[in-house]
């Protein structure tokens, strides 16, 4: 961390989103709100990541007491997109020319029979749990979220607001 994100509360996720970030990015995070209650600032470049890393942040953000502002810088992408809506409503931002990327959770599967169908009963709970999350943060409903995610939903900052993953373009 240094002297000037300390000063101004910043948290930056940038890169692959992993444990080795996630445990930086809750270090931070923790810090910052046993320090005072104030807003922290959290921007965000990144392709995404594990899923499990980014749901542990978002579940951080979603637990202190101080109101975390997300700017998306450059690429949210993938899990990325959603810890950028995870940010306090009426505080998420995002640059113009932001690319954002929402999709379904990815996996190989291989194994034996019974080691693959489990792996599907996790994918697809993850999935549908990461679904729910973006269902809660944004405007779209699951029906919404459902058939854009069939496929890469790459939005721009516009329409990042006109559906509720974020507020305004900064």
Known sequence: MDRYDQDNRIVRVCGEINNEMMINVINQLLYYNQ??????KMEICSPGGEVHAGLAIIDIMN???SDVYTIGIGTCASMA???LAAG?????QANEHCFILLHQAQSTLSGSYHDIQDRYQ???YINDTVLQMYENYTLMSEK?????LQKDY??????AIDCGLIDQSI
């Open 88 to 92: 306090k409503k009426g505080h998420r």
């Open 35 to 40: 320090e005072n209650h104030a807003p922290i």
């Open 63 to 65: 637990s202190i007491e």
């Open 144 to 148: 919404e979220l459902r058939e854009n």
């Open 154 to 159: 790459i939005m721009t900052t516009k329409q």
């Open 122 to 124: 996790r994918m697809t």
């Open 81 to 83: 997109s959603l810890i």
